[in-house]
């Protein structure tokens, strides 16, 4: 079983930073890939930013130049830096990882709790 614990939401005034860090526990191996995704109220959840094991990163176009997504993977610990925050940045960021808990498993996805994110002046 693995654990995903987000910290470092809040409220931000526009134009604002904030970052986020998504800690994975328990049975890993190996995480094959680490991502982060947000759901504003009333919409669908979308992927914001990911990185996989070699380190490739990949961006929504709304966050591109804004965010930035990291990992250490000594610490198995990601992170998405968000920076010229606006107001439609505004949702609960969940943090994901594709995680092998053995050699010869295959990868599964976990889902951390969620923080929350307000930009607002």
């Known amino acids: 079983q693995v654990q995903l614990v987000e910290s470092g939401g809040g409220l931000v005034q526009p134009g604002g930073s904030l970052r986020l860090s998504c800690a994975a526990s328990g049975s890993i191996f190996s995480i094959n890939a680490m991502g982060w995704y947000r759901q504003a109220p009333g919409k669908q959840r979308e992927l914001v930013a990911a990185i996989t094991s070699g380190g490739s990163t990949s961006y929504s176009d709304s966050v591109k130049g804004r965010f930035t997504i990291s990992r250490d993977y000594a610490k198995n610990t990601a992170y998405l830096q968000m920076n010229v925050l606006k107001p439609e940045d505004t949702a609960v960021y969940y943090c994901?990882?594709?995680?092998?808990?053995?050699?010869?498993?295959?990868?599964?996805?976990?889902w951390g709790q969620g923080t929350q994110v307000t930009v607002s002046a």
């Open positions: 994901n990882a594709l995680v092998r808990s053995d050699w010869f498993k295959a990868a599964v996805g976990s």
